[in-house]
C-alpha cells in the first residue's frame, strides 16, 4: 500500500485491477477516485480496463464446436450403459467410487431424445431468480442491470434505480458480474422475461450493502 | 471483492432449488438427469479446458473426461459449493493432467517463470472508445477478442479465462490452478491491462470499424 498521500499515475496502474475488484481499502480507493477526476488517461485505462472484462464475461465470447452438446450426452449415455470401458486412462482414486456408483444404479439405459443446444448469451441468461422486487440501478446508455454499486455499471452520473422486474420488462439483461449468484444455476435456453415464474417471490427483499 | 456487492439472501445462496433437486437425485443414483445438470455449464466447462489446451479437440476430450468425472464423484459434492465452480475445477485438474503428459510441458513451465514480477506499463492512453456489448453480435468481432486473448502468454491467459469469463473468485482461481491469491492478482492486472492495449491498438487498425453504435452518438 502507498503512504503518500498523493497518489501517482503508476500507483493506479498497479491497482486498478484490485479496484475493479472492490478490493483495495477505503482510503485508498478514494484518493484513486480523486486521481480519476483530474487525470485523463487513468481515466481512460479504468474505462478500457472495465470495457475489457465487461465483453470477455459475456457468455457469446464462449464458443464450442458444433454438436459438442450431442458428444458430451452421447458419452454420459454410453459410460452408463458400460462404465467400465470410459475411465481406463483415470487416477486409481476414482476405482471405488465407480463401485459404488454400480450399486446406487449406474447402468441406467439413457434416453436418446437429443437436447436442442440453446445460444446461451448474456442477453439470454435467465433472470427467473433474481427476486422481482429487487431493487437494482440502469445507467442511461447501457443495456444492463446492477446491484446498486457495482463496478460495472456503465455511466453512474445517469443512473436510475428501479426493481428488477420493471429492468427486465424495460428490455434491460442482468449484469453477469453483479448479479452472478441469480443467474448461475437457472436452467438454459430460457429468456430473462421468464422472471414473472419466479416461485418464491418472497425470498429477498431489497436489502443492499452497497458498494461505498 | 465484487461479491461484496452482492444482495445475499439467506435462501439464494449455491444453487437454485431446481439444481439442488437434479443434485440430490442424480446423488441417489439417477444418473440419466446428470446432463441436464451441467448443461448449463457445458460451454463454460469447454471454455476452461481450451483456455489451458488451446486445441478443440483436447479441450473437448477433457470436458467430457471432466464431466463423467464429476458424475463419478457427484456424491462428494456438497451443496454448500457452487455446482459449477466444482465443475470448472475438476475440469482445470483435468485439463492440467492432460497438458503435464503433453511435451509442451516443459517450454510452458519455464515460460511461466519470465518477468511474474516485473511491472506492465499500459501503453495507450487515448481516450478509451467503448466497445458495447451488442458489438459481440458480430462474429468478426468476437473473432477479434479471442484472437487477442490467444495472443497473451499461457499464465495471463488462464488467469483471467478462470476469472473474468468463468467467474470464478480470486480464492478459487487460485485454488484451481494451484497459484498464490498474489499472482492470480498480479496476472490478472497484467491479463487486463494487454488486452486492453490489443483492443486499443485493434481500433486504430479498423477491428471495429463498421460497429453499428457508430452512427449517432459516439461510443466515447
Ligand atoms: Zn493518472
Ligand atoms: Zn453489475
Not at chain 1, 427467473?128 to 460495472?152: L, T, Y
Not at chain 2, 472508445?129 to 458489438?135: D, F, G
Not at chain 2, 487486463?192 to 479498423?206: I, N, T
Request: glycine share 4%; with cysteine.
Amino acid at each position: 500500500m502507498v503512504n503518500d498521500n498523493i497518489v501517482n499515475c503508476e500507483h493506479v496502474w498497479r491497482e486498478i485491477s484490485n479496484y475493479l475488484e472492490d478490493d483495495v481499502d477505503a482510503s485508498f480507493r478514494s484518493r484513486m477516485d480523486e486521481h480519476f477526476q483530474t487525470c485523463s488517461a487513468c481515466r481512460s485505462l479504468l474505462e478500457g480496463t472495465r470495457n475489457v472484462i465487461q465483453l470477455y464475461s459475456d457468455e457469446r465470447m464462449i464458443e464450442v464446436p458444433s454438436g459438442f452438446g450431442s458428444r458430451l450426452q452421447h458419452r454420459l449415455a454410453q459410460s452408463r450403459r458400460a462404465p467400465g470401458r470410459s475411465w481406463s486412462p483415470w487416477s486409481a482414486w476414482l476405482v471405488p467410487l465407480a463401485a459404488l456408483l454400480l450399486i446406487t444404479g449406474g447402468v441406467r439405459i439413457a434416453s436418446s431424445r437429443t437436447v436442442p443446444q440453446p445460444l446461451l448469451s448474456a442477453h439470454a441468461q435467465p433472470a427467473r431468480n433474481i427476486p422481482p422486487d429487487m431493487v437494482v440501478v440502469v445507467s442511461a446508455d447501457a443495456k444492463q442491470f446492477h446491484v446498486p454499486g457495482c463496478e460495472f455499471i456503465h455511466n453512474k452520473e445517469r443512473e436510475r434505480t428501479l426493481t428488477a422486474k420493471e429492468a427486465v420488462d424495460q428490455g434491460y439483461v442482468p449484469c453477469v458480474r453483479c448479479l452472478r449468484k441469480y443467474l448461475q444455476t437457472a436452467s438454459a435456453g430460457r429468456t430473462s422475461l421468464e422472471m414473472e415464474a419466479t416461485s418464491e417471490p418472497d425470498i429477498a427483499g431489497p436489502k443492499q450493502d452497497g458498494g461505498e | 471483492m465484487a461479491e461484496a456487492n452482492v444482495v445475499v439472501n439467506n435462501s439464494v445462496q449455491a444453487g437454485t432449488s431446481h439444481e439442488l433437486e437434479l443434485i440430490d437425485r442424480v446423488q441417489r443414483g439417477e444418473n440419466s438427469l446428470f446432463y441436464e445438470l451441467v448443461r448449463p455449464y457445458e460451454r463454460r466447462v469447454f471454455a476452461a479446458a481450451m483456455a489451458i489446451l488451446r486445441n478443440e479437440s483436447d479441450a473437448e476430450d477433457v470436458a467430457q473426461e471432466a464431466m463423467l468425472k464429476a458424475l463419478r464423484a457427484i456424491r462428494q459434492f456438497r451443496a454448500d459449493a457452487r455446482f459449477s465452480t466444482w465443475l470448472i475445477q475438476i475440469t482445470v485438474n483435468e485439463a492440467l493432467m492432460r497438458r503435464r503428459k503433453d511435451r509442451n510441458g516443459v517450454m510452458e513451465a519455464i515460460d511461466d517463470r519470465r518477468d511474474e514480477e516485473s511491472d506492465y506499463a499500459p501503453r495507450d492512453f487515448a481516450d478509451w472508445r467503448e466497445i458495447p456489448s451488442e458489438a459481440l453480435e458480430r462474429k468478426e468481432v468476437r473473432q477479434r477478442l479471442a484472437q487477442a486473448l490467444a495472443s497473451l502468454d499461457r499464465k495471463y491467459r488462464e488467469v483471467f479465462v478462470l476469472r473474468d469469463m468463468e467467474q470464478l473468485n480470486i480464492q478459487e482461481t487460485a485454488d484451481a490452478l494451484g497459484i498464490s491469491i498474489a499472482s492470480v492478482k498480479t496476472r490478472l492486472l497484467r491479463a487486463r491491462l494487454m488486452l486492453r492495449d490489443l483492443l486499443a491498438a485493434g481500433w486504430e487498425q479498423g477491428w471495429f470499424s463498421r460497429l453499428p453504435f457508430e452512427k449517432g452518438t459516439k461510443p466515447w
